[in-house]
């Protein structure tokens, strides 16, 4: 099964075919692991802001097969906020469509001279973006789609024409691209949306053994507990486990009890929230879920980001705000983690009388609402937010020690002080501050998920071994096209079954070592690109060497003086972090 790609010059208009070496499948396999590789091959001097920075879109080899949990999509670039790597993924059908349409990957560069549609149903073409400028994203995927369920759309809100640095387009109107970095690279190119259409099933290499392992997987998925969990709150599953920990904190991480906590709680969310039963074609769980208002108006269900994020990190204590916030974001095309990191550290500024008006105070849910407004359209002091909390650090004097932010890319709200896996990601990732890279929540679960292996040593090795293996086995998944939050957040997938599902439709045998080493290279490839263009492995001053003062964590810190070395050495790289030539060469990623 060999890799296609469109190269798509927005200059020019013009599009042409390629066909990447034969060993980029075997090493690399696609989606994630492609978008890495043409990344790193980029000139080191090359700016984010470049019309020559690249924008891609990719799947894997199982999307669009007959393989359950496949069909997500990777966009990936130089993201503006961090200078580095910036990959976002979201669920739903898209992936799917773009292998089905004939491609595994656009690489799109130059800038278009207006806002434009890139459409390929079945053939490829661009045209004027006129009829849906300004719309939202849901509005404008309704117009584009027009009913037709073959059709679908990744689709630019009204945040990103406004040039919001933390801009996230949105596929179907349901799913966000996470997190935020490739919005901002849309923008500047101009493309208001991307539209694929879906065809038949493609055939695998050998359809009984596919079928085989589905099924096997598919009736595991009926009967395991955590997956019913997941089916049942989505993300937000952890969050009383992760209260539990001490890991919600409230007002930007300065109180380690949030008294707003039952509002947001798994009994709260059972209450309100309602089991649609859908989900993405080939997924074997029905992961959508909907949120009902007082009045009685349905939206998707909150996620643990929103929940935590415009919840307890701003101190609002109430559910139906949080998720009506969501669900602003997701319209107006708006990150969730970054919007709230910037909320909350401009009331905190506020607090510390940096910052006057207009006022922004915790806990008052109608004015976070018509913030986040004023956001999308840079409005007011929607301008000063519009930034993200990276830039805005520099605006407010003395802030940069609370200003939840690693290399200017926003700080989840799970506070790692007390998760030590966590905090040594969000450390290490390539995309710094974000847990989506591995996503390693394992340790806020009272046993290890059976699909973790165990782990043997000190304390600290264990810690480095377990997020080494969820590093490898994200990027495993992502590069295979399997449905990130089936394989991680619910643990329902064993690598095993991973490796037999994409041997049964690439015809190649691929085993478990195949899959972990695709996952090492992938890992490396972005660490060198990190290394190369200054990320530094750290967490902000607060969550790194201010403990709280109570709640279940207080006076804990997470041992990064102790992980980091470990965790270098675990992976074979220089005492700074930086893989050696001698490594990359084991890992086939010298290039000629």
């Given amino acids: 099964m060999a890799l296609r790609g469109l190269r798509i010059d927005l200059q020019s208009g013009q599009a042409r075919e390629l066909t990447p070496p034969a060993a980029w499948r075997r090493f690399l396999l696609g989606g994630r692991g492609w978008a890495a590789r043409l ?47 910036g990959h976002s993924w979201a669920a739903g059908d898209f992936g799917s469509a773009l292998r089905q349409s004939g491609y595994d990957i656009l690489i799109i560069s130059g800038e278009s001279a207006d806002w434009c549609i890139l459409e390929l149903s079945p053939n490829f073409r661009i045209r004027s973006a006129a009829e849906i400028v300004g719309q939202e ?31 996230a387009p949105v596929v179907d109107g349901s799913y966000m691209l996470e997190p935020a970095g490739a919005g ?33 997987y598919t009736r595991r998925c009926a009967a395991d507990a955590l997956t019913s969990d997941f089916v049942r709150f989505g993300s937000a599953m952890y969050i009383n486990l992760a209260n539990d920990r001490g890991a919600v904190t409230a007002r930007n991480g300065q109180d380690g009890i949030f008294a707003g906590m039952l509002a947001l709680s798994r009994t709260t969310l059972a209450m309100r929230g309602r089991q649609t039963g859908t989900g993405c074609t ?46 602003l974001c997701l319209r107006l095309g708006l990150d969730i983690t ?45 301008g000063v937010l519009s930034l993200g909390v990276g830039e805005m650090r520099h605006i407010f004097w003395g802030s940069i020690e609370w200003a939840p932010q690693v290399n200017n890319g926003a700080l989840v709200p799970l506070d790692p002080r007390p998760l030590p896996e966590l905090a040594l990601h969000l450390a290490t990732s390539s995309w710094l501050g974000d847990y989506r890279m591995a996503m390693p929540l394992a340790e806020l679960l009272p046993q290890l998920p059976a699909t973790v292996p165990v782990s043997t040593g000190s304390a600290i090795d264990q810690q480095v071994a377990r997020l080494i293996w969820h590093e490898r086995f994200a990027a495993a998944l992502d590069a295979a096209g399997f449905c990130r939050r089936l394989g991680l957040l619910a643990y329902t997938l064993y690598p095993q079954e991973l ?11 691929y085993t478990v070592g195949d899959l972990a080493k695709i996952g090492e290279r992938i890992v490396t490839l972005e660490r060198l690109v990190l290394r190369q263009r200054g990320g530094q492995d750290a967490l902000p001053a607060r969550w790194r060497s201010t403990p709280l003062a109570d709640g279940p964590a207080a006076g804990v810190l997470p041992p990064l003086d102790m992980l980091l070395p470990a965790y ?8 700074d972090g930086t893989p050696p030539p001698a490594r990359l060469r084991a890992l086939h990623l010298m290039r000629p």
Avoid at 53 to 82: K, Q
Avoid at 209 to 214: G, K, Y
């Fill in 137 to 167: 994203t849901v509005v404008a995927d309704q117009l584009l789609r027009q009913g037709n369920a073959t059709l679908h759309t990744l689709v630019l809100g009204p945040a990103g024409e406004a040039k919001v640095a933390y801009a």
């Fill in 338 to 382: 970054a919007t709230a990191a910037a909320l909350a550290f401009l009331m905190e500024c506020q607090q510390r009388d940096l910052h006057v008006t207009p006022p922004l105070p915790w806990g008052d849910g109608p004015t976070l609402l018509d913030t986040i407004s004023k956001i999308a359209s840079r409005q007011g002091i929607g």
């Fill in 282 to 327: 080939n997924s074997p769980v029905p992961c959508h879920a909907t949120f009902t208002t007082r009045d009685g108006t349905s939206m998707g269900r909150p996620e643990l980001t929103a929940l935590l994020g415009f919840g307890a990190r701003c101190g609002i204590a109430d559910l139906e705000t949080v998720s009506s916030a969501g669900q």
């Fill in 568 to 575: 270098y050495a675990a992976h074979g790289w220089e005492p």
């Fill in 499 to 509: 490796a037999e599902m994409v041997s049964a439709v690439t015809g190649e045998a």
């Fill in 184 to 216: 901002a690279v849309m923008a500047q190119k101009r493309i208001k949306a991307v539209l694929v259409a879906e065809a038949a099933p493609l055939a695998v290499a050998d359809p009984a053994a596919l079928q085989r392992v589905d099924e096997l």
């Fill in 39 to 85: 990344l790193a091959d980029l000139p080191r001097e090359l700016s984010p802001q470049s019309v020559d920075n690249l924008l891609i879109i990719a799947a894997g080899p199982l999307a669009g097969t007959p393989a359950v949990g496949a069909g997500g999509v990777w966009v990936s670039t130089l993201s503006p906020i961090t200078g580095v790597i």
